[in-house]
C-alpha cells in the first residue's frame, strides 16, 4: 500500500484532503466514543450473563432433583401419560431488540399459575416439579437473550475497534502524509516562482 494518495499537488487538491481529513478525523472520534459504549456495554452484559448463568443452573439443579423424586414415587410411565395432556406452564414472547445500532431478540416470558391435572395416581411432589420446570424454562430463555446480545455485542465491538485500528493507522495518516506531500511540493513551487521572478527581475 503507498505511503499517501496519489493525487496532484495543487492547491485546490490541498483544501480538498484537509476537508476529507477533518471528515475523518470526526468520524474517528465518533467511532471511538462508540467503541467505548460497546465495550462498556460488553462488560455490562457479561456481568449479567454470568449471574444469570449460576441462576439458570441453580433452577436446573432444583427442577431435576424434583423430578427425581416424582419420578421415584409415580414411575416415568404415569410422569410420560400426565405430560401429553398437561397445561401450558409458561407464556413467552420474542421480541426485536435494538441498542447501539446492534439486532437482537428480546424475551418476554412469564410463569403461568399452575392448572390442575389429573388426581388419580398422581403424587404432590408432581406440582413441585411442573413450578421448578416453568421457573428453570423462564431462566433459560432470559439467558438465551443475554448470552445472544452478548455475543452481538461483542462482535459489532470487533468490527467498531477495526475500523477504528483502520482509521487511525493507516488512513488518516496516509492523508497526513499526502497533506504534508502537497503543502511541500506548493511551497517547492512558491519558492521556485519567487526564484523565476527574481531573476526576471534583475535582468530587466
Same mark, same amino acid.
Given at each position: 500500500?503507498?505511503?499517501?494518495?496519489?493525487?496532484?499537488?495543487?492547491?485546490?487538491?490541498?483544501?480538498?484532503?484537509?476537508?476529507?481529513?477533518?471528515?475523518?478525523?470526526?468520524?474517528?472520534r465518533?467511532?471511538?466514543?462508540?467503541?467505548?459504549?460497546?465495550?462498556?456495554?460488553?462488560?455490562?452484559?457479561?456481568?449479567?450473563?454470568?449471574?444469570?448463568?449460576?441462576?439458570?443452573?441453580?433452577?436446573?439443579?432444583?427442577?431435576?432433583?424434583?423430578?427425581?423424586?416424582?419420578q421415584?414415587?409415580?414411575?416415568?410411565?404415569?410422569?410420560?401419560q400426565?405430560?401429553?395432556?398437561?397445561?401450558q406452564?409458561?407464556?413467552?414472547?420474542?421480541?426485536?431488540?435494538?441498542?447501539?445500532?446492534?439486532?437482537?431478540?428480546?424475551?418476554? @416470558?412469564?410463569?403461568?399459575?399452575? %392448572?390442575?391435572?389429573?388426581?388419580? $395416581?398422581?403424587?404432590?411432589? #408432581?406440582? =413441585?416439579? !411442573?413450578? /421448578?420446570?416453568?421457573?428453570? @424454562?423462564?431462566?433459560?430463555?432470559? %439467558?438465551?437473550?443475554?448470552?445472544? $446480545?452478548?455475543?452481538?455485542? #461483542?462482535? =459489532?465491538? !470487533?468490527? /467498531?475497534?477495526?475500523?477504528?485500528?483502520?482509521?487511525?493507522?493507516?488512513?488518516?495518516?496516509?492523508?497526513?502524509?499526502?497533506?504534508?506531500?502537497?503543502?511541500?511540493?506548493?511551497?517547492?513551487?512558491?519558492?521556485?516562482?519567487?526564484?523565476?521572478?527574481?531573476?526576471?527581475?534583475?535582468?530587466?
Amino acid at each position: 500500500m503507498q505511503d499517501r494518495l496519489n493525487i496532484p499537488p495543487t492547491k485546490s487538491s490541498l483544501l480538498d484532503l484537509k476537508r476529507r481529513l477533518e471528515f475523518l478525523n470526526e468520524g474517528y472520534r465518533l467511532l471511538e466514543r462508540k467503541r467505548e459504549l460497546l465495550t462498556r456495554l460488553v462488560y455490562e452484559k457479561l456481568a449479567e450473563y454470568r449471574q444469570m448463568s449460576r441462576s439458570t443452573r441453580a433452577a436446573m439443579t432444583t427442577a431435576y432433583r424434583w423430578l427425581s423424586i416424582t419420578q421415584m414415587r409415580m414411575g416415568s410411565h404415569r410422569i410420560q401419560q400426565l405430560a401429553i395432556g398437561m397445561p401450558q406452564a409458561v407464556e413467552a414472547n420474542v421480541l426485536p431488540r435494538q441498542n447501539m445500532s446492534v439486532q437482537y431478540p428480546s424475551v418476554e @416470558i412469564k410463569k403461568l399459575p399452575l %392448572l390442575p391435572v389429573g388426581i388419580l $395416581a398422581t403424587d404432590a411432589s #408432581l406440582d =413441585e416439579t !411442573r413450578s /421448578t420446570f416453568a421457573d428453570m @424454562i423462564v431462566r433459560a430463555a432470559q %439467558l438465551a437473550e443475554v448470552e445472544t $446480545a452478548l455475543w452481538r455485542l #461483542l462482535e =459489532e465491538q !470487533r468490527k /467498531t475497534q477495526k475500523r477504528v485500528n483502520a482509521l487511525r493507522y493507516n488512513v488518516i495518516p496516509r492523508y497526513e502524509r499526502t497533506i504534508s506531500y502537497v503543502e511541500s511540493a506548493l511551497e517547492e513551487e512558491e519558492r521556485n516562482t519567487l526564484f523565476q521572478l527574481k531573476v526576471l527581475g534583475e535582468r530587466s
